[in-house]
């Protein structure tokens, strides 16, 4: 099987966010209350099968007899007057003692950072996307003759703090963001930060995505976790743990489906020159020294090309 064919598809899929919405009838509280006598013989749940995509949304079930439940309590009342926007569960991951775990959750409790993108760089607009990003960046070709760039620099956007539904309803704003500045004082409310990134490989077929940002994380990732720490020409770099989803089908990136299981992805990070980098592999299993060698190379190239 070609490993890099598989991980492209993977690749692509986690840089969109596909939109799926379902909105119950109007008259769905209505119903339930005409409907309150009858005997329930199990709760409804709401499925969607979109015709181009193999996946199925999960959602709560919604009881019948909720009408009941209204003249109880004040906060059963406020998520009946919400409750289409409530009912699409995600499944998120979760420490639980030294394991980590799959939960399920409700999509408007639970926020993340999303990356969107991506416009590819060339000589036409590369002069452009160094004003947006507010650096010089430094992606050749080749790195020391071992490694060779796989394409073309990528540019994007992360959005920090935001739920799942938040996302998809931004997501063409965002993505045209980055060429149309227009655009941006639409999303003045969210958190916003521009990167740039290229993938690398070498002779045996390792995939390595480097990223360069001016953003400087300001607190540790959910669940992520510092192993081991070392210096590079003078530069100290982290490798950095934390547990991540895989999914029966490769191409799928998507929250509302179940994960069939968690892996542990390592990656690196490091600062040079008030610029922060990050490198992880194409693959779960790759080897550390590798991406050191490869991390090594790079620093060592991006010194020597200052100095010309």
């Known amino acids: 099987?070609?490993?890099?064919?598989?991980?492209?598809?993977?690749?692509?899929?986690?840089?969109n966010i596909t939109s799926y919405h379902i909105k119950p009838s109007k008259d769905i509280f209505e119903e339930a209350w005409n409907r309150k006598d009858g005997v329930v013989q199990k709760p409804i749940s709401f499925f969607y099968k979109p015709i181009f995509r193999k996946t199925a949304i999960s959602f709560c079930s919604l009881i019948i007899i909720l009408?009941?439940?209204i003249s109880i309590s004040p906060e059963v009342r406020s998520f009946a007057s919400n409750a289409y926007e409530d009912l699409r569960t995600i499944f998120i991951i979760k420490k639980s003692g030294n394991e980590y775990v799959v939960e399920k959750a409700l999509e408007n409790q639970?926020?993340?950072d999303v990356n969107y993108g991506g416009i590819s760089i060339n000589d036409s607009n590369k002069e452009y996307f160094k004003y947006r990003l507010g650096f010089s960046y430094y992606y050749p070709e080749t790195i020391s003759k071992e490694f060779q760039r796989r394409d073309d620099p990528l540019a994007g956007v992360t959005v920090r703090d935001i739920t799942l539904k938040e996302s998809e309803l931004i997501l063409s704003k965002v993505i045209k963001s980055?060429?149309?500045?227009?655009?941006?004082?639409?999303?003045?409310?969210?958190t916003m930060d521009m990167f740039i990134t290229?993938?690398?490989?070498?002779?045996?077929?390792?995939?390595?995505y480097l990223s360069s940002s001016k953003y400087e994380p300001k607190h540790k990732p959910n669940n992520s976790?510092?192993?081991?720490?070392?210096?590079?020409?003078?530069?100290?770099?982290?490798?950095?743990?934390?547990?991540?989803?895989?999914?029966?089908?490769?191409r799928l990136a998507n929250l509302t489906?179940?994960?069939?299981?968690?892996?542990?992805?390592?990656?690196?990070?490091?600062e040079y020159n008030s610029i922060n980098y990050s490198m992880v592999s194409g693959y779960d299993d790759y080897d550390?020294?590798?991406?050191?060698?490869?991390?090594?190379?790079?620093?060592?190239?991006?010194?020597e090309q200052e100095v010309k």
Not at 1 to 15: G, P, Q, T, V
Not at 178 to 190: C, R, T
Not at 198 to 208: E, Q, T
């Open 225 to 250: 976790e510092v192993i081991k720490t070392f210096s590079l020409d003078g530069i100290e770099c982290k490798v950095i743990e934390a547990p991540a989803a895989r999914y029966s089908d490769i």
């Open 1 to 15: 099987m070609d490993k890099s064919n598989a991980f492209d598809r993977e690749l692509k899929s986690k840089i």
């Open 257 to 270: 489906e179940k994960p069939e299981k968690i892996v542990k992805v390592k990656y690196f990070q490091w």
């Open 67 to 69: 009408a009941a439940l």
């Open 110 to 112: 639970n926020k993340t």
């Open 198 to 208: 290229a993938s690398y490989s070498n002779s045996k077929r390792d995939i390595f």
């Open 288 to 303: 550390i020294n590798d991406a050191i060698s490869f991390i090594e190379a790079y620093i060592k190239a991006l010194k």
């Open 178 to 190: 980055l060429e149309d500045e227009s655009y941006l004082p639409i999303l003045k409310n969210y």
